[in-house]
């Protein structure tokens, strides 16, 4: 079910493409996401990083060409992005196909030692409450103490009012700089399923969509997450770039809370 490397090297464009639609200013977010992982593991001659919910390796890749001593571990649950992330960025990381959240998914990922980072980009945020709670207990356990979550995502304000006036700007900018000109999610997916070459792994991924049912997240405040991350182990936490509902969420763990998951 693999792809050829110009056909994954296609389709990632095209993600790359497709995505500056919902991200407002996304590879500043990438970049700020980066300047804070290598800060941490300054100190460290092969830092360990995981990257959740990583799609095609977007992330992935540009962590490990700002740290190319790091290992990273790329955890997703689409066989298709995962697909073609092994194959467009296959120096990148190690993939590991298992569901975040669900019972032995950090088993999965065969760590040895202790996180010094675990980043994503808008990937936690489809998770549920109380399964998001137990993702951030989890890391809390995985990571080194002094070790960090870093998550880019979009967190809107918890006001309705504000929500909606910090999502405007985030779509005003992402229209002066031109992200509403490519395609968007759905006509990403809808070409992709046209497509032979992803036929079986698009077929295997609906699959697995429909298998997980429903009870899909929602996009929770900045201050829900701080409220679930200090109850989890993180000790401090606070937003470190933000632009309309676009930000970058940083959590430190606490001292002694590495390997008790």
Known sequence: MGVSMAAARTWVERWERQQQRYAVDREERFTVIADVVEHVTADRAR??????????????????ARLPHAEIVAVDMDPLLLELGRTHHAGAARYVDTVIGADGWTDALGLDRPLDAAVSTTA???????VLQ???????????????????DHFPPGAARCADLSAHVGRRRAERTGGHAHEDWRSWWAAAARDPELADLFTEREGRLAGLGGGAGGQLSVECHERLLRGSGFGQVAPVWRFGDSAVLVAVADEGSAGTA
């Open 47 to 64: 830092p360990l990083l995981l990257d959740l919910g990583c799609g095609p390796g977007s992330l992935a890749a540009r962590l490990a």
């Open 124 to 130: 936690l945020h489809y998770l549920p409450e109380p």
């Open 134 to 152: 137990r993702v951030y207990r989890a890391l809390a356990a995985l990571l080194r103490p002094g070790g960090v979550l870093v998550n880019g």
